[in-house]
């Protein structure tokens, strides 16, 4: 079961992509989320929901199984950027290119630089901090990208 966590935690293999797999694991996410939404006709919502509720479990089954010196954020944990990315995309057009592309800009950015409550946020214990700082990130991207919509 721990290499089922394993692979939720690493956004279903994104997380173990070269250099940068945060930034590819928020591209998996767009790609997942462009199929449900716009090919299967899901409501964004629902994958959030869906997402949420794995990485939850995912993240905190797969810090438990990691040694000592691993557990603070490993690189190959993209779920929590899964988590972000749905935050993010929430009630965002699926045929605007401008406004995906400016939400993936602009949550990498926040995911990155970290400012004020979502560093903050990045340091509650455990896998909870681990998601929250990307949540918190997916939701100021949302209502910045909402308010030039």
């Known amino acids: 079961m721990n290499k089922l966590y394993r692979l939720l ?27 449900w939404t716009s090919i299967l006709g899901f409501a964004g919502e629902t994958l959030l929901l869906i997402t949420s509720a794995l990485a939850i479990i995912a993240v905190s089954k797969t810090i438990e199984a990691l040694p000592e010196s691993e557990k603070d954020d490993p690189g190959f944990i993209v779920i929590d950027e899964w988590v972000g990315m749905g935050a993010a995309l929430l009630a965002i057009p699926s045929d605007s290119w401008l406004a995906i592309g400016a939400a993936f800009v ?16 990045e340091k509650l214990p455990g896998s909870i901090g681990i998601i929250a700082d990307d949540l918190l990130a997916g939701i100021v991207t949302n209502l910045i990208i909402r308010a030039f919509l």
């Open 106 to 121: 602009l949550f990498r950015a926040f995911d990155i630089v970290k400012p004020g409550p979502i560093r903050s946020a």
């Open 9 to 35: 935690s690493a956004g279903l293999g994104s997380g173990y992509l070269p250099k940068v797999p945060g930034t590819w694991g928020s591209l998996a996410y767009i790609a997942l989320w462009l199929v």
